[in-house]
Every structure is written in C-alpha cells, then in structure tokens.
C-alpha cells in the first residue's frame, strides 16, 4: 500500500510539473502556425519599412499576461529593427514595458504585434528571435525566428561615396544643419527625414553636389528620426537624428 501511494505521488508531481510547464501561447502568421518556427521574409535595400505581422493566442484555459522581447542574433550595418506591441517602440527596446493580458481561447488584433525592419540602403541577412512568454512563469513561452534577408537593387551608388552629417545632433528641438556631398551619378536627389513610424515628416529638393543644408525641429516630438538622401526612389544613404 506504501509503495502504490508512493507511486501516486510521483505521478501526481509529474502531472503537476507539465501542466505549469505546458505552452500556453500560440503563435501564427497568415493563418499559419509559426510558433517556435523560422521564417523567411525577403525586401531590397531600397524598402523603407518591412513590417511582419503575428497573432498571438491564449491557447490555455486561464487568464495570461504576455509580453514580447527580442533577441538580435545577426543583424545589418547601419539597419534599424523594432517591436510594436500596441505601440510601436525605438530600435533600442529590447522587451515591451507594459503586459497585454490575453483571455482563455483569445487572440490579439492584426498588427497588434508587428515587428518592423528598417535596411536604410543596406543588403545582407539579419537573424533576429522574437519572443512572447507569460509574466507570471516566463518559462511558459512561445518564439519565431525571422530571418530578413536584404537584396542589393543595383543602382549603382556606394553609400561611402556620399557625405551626410547633421549637427547639432542631439538637438533640442532648435535648427538643425546637414552636411552632404553627392558623386557626380546621382540626379534629382532629396533630403528626406523620417520619424519611427516610418512617416516622412520633411522633405526638400538638393540642387547642388555639395552644400549644407538647414530644417527647423522645435516642432518634432522628442524620438529618434532617420534623415535620408534620396533619389530615383532609393534611400542612399540614412542616419540618426535624435530630438531631445
């Protein structure tokens, strides 16, 4: 009778043990299963924003509080990747400040959590691990694996052979003056800026090959900006800007 009793308890711990390990979240893509998967999204160097949307599901039975990190495991020179959980946040958040509590059976909204590549005229492959775990037990867990892989468009134009600096950089929301220098190949170029949600808050034709260039930014909210030039419908070369 001992040993039967014994043995009951062993199973019972076991039970207990995958019950509070078991996955309770779900990932999908287009309808897809990806969770703990790796994925492929390709885009060219010239792409301004690669947005890759997930639905995240409460596959348990209860009441959970998830959140999202990342972990870049290879990335570009000079790209820019972020998360949206609800909000999109800069480049520099690695996990989601604030918990999005998900029902038993409920799914999250369309582009609730989206991830955003930013290759700002760069090509190559970045290998980046998304994460969604439970607050309460971040064992309880779900991963994809996406690998972006940037193709170069051609266009002829090495980034090194153009001059971009803006000072003073961080501004505080004062005049802001940009240094550049383009080779004799490029027509038609713009100075663009941009803020992190990929939307183009300033924009003015270059005439010359060479010059500065002046934009007021007292009426940019504090973030980080990417000011481009541009031309022909390809970024040439991108940079930080950040508002204080």
Do not use: C
């Given at each position: 009778m001992k040993i039967r009793s014994?043995?009951?308890?062993?199973?019972?711990v076991i039970c207990s043990a995958s019950l509070v390990n078991a996955q309770s979240l779900q990932l999908s893509r287009n309808g897809e299963d990806v969770s703990n998967a790796e994925i492929n999204v390709t885009g060219l160097s010239t792409d301004n924003i690669i947005d890759v949307s997930f639905i995240i599901t409460n596959i348990s039975e209860s009441e959970i509080s998830v959140k999202v990190?990342?972990?870049?495991?290879?990335?570009?020179?000079?790209?820019f990747n972020t998360i949206c959980f609800g909000t999109c946040y800069p480049p520099q958040v690695t996990e989601s400040p604030d918990p999005c509590t998900l029902n038993a059976g409920e799914s999250t909204?369309?582009?609730?959590?989206?991830?955003?590549?930013?290759?700002?005229?760069?090509?190559?492959?970045?290998?980046?691990?998304?994460?969604v775990f439970n607050v309460d037990n971040p064992d309880d867990k779900v991963s994809v694996t996406v690998n972006?892989?940037?193709?170069?468009?051609?266009?002829?134009?090495?980034?090194?052979d153009i001059g971009l600096q803006a000072y003073p950089?961080?501004?505080?929301?004062?005049?802001?003056?940009?240094?550049y220098s383009l080779p004799?190949?490029?027509?038609?170029?713009?100075?663009?800026?941009?803020?992190?949600?990929?939307?183009?808050?300033?924009?003015?034709?270059?005439e010359n090959r060479s010059g500065?260039?002046?934009?007021?930014?007292?009426?940019?909210?504090?973030?980080?900006?990417?000011?481009?030039i541009e031309a022909n419908g390809s970024r040439l070369a991108t940079k930080r800007l950040i508002v204080r």
């Open positions: 014994f043995l009951l308890v062993i199973v019972l990190r990342k972990n870049v495991i290879e990335d570009i020179e000079d790209s909204y369309e582009g609730f959590f989206a991830v955003d590549f930013s290759p700002e005229g760069n090509s190559g492959t970045a290998k980046i691990v998304y994460e972006f892989i940037i193709s170069p468009t051609g266009i002829g134009v090495n980034k090194n950089n961080p501004t505080t929301g004062e005049l802001v003056y940009v240094d004799s190949s490029v027509q038609n170029a713009t100075f663009t800026v941009y803020n992190m949600l990929g939307v183009k808050v300033y924009e003015m034709a270059i500065k260039i002046d934009f007021p930014t007292n009426g940019f909210p504090k973030g980080i900006y990417l000011y481009s």
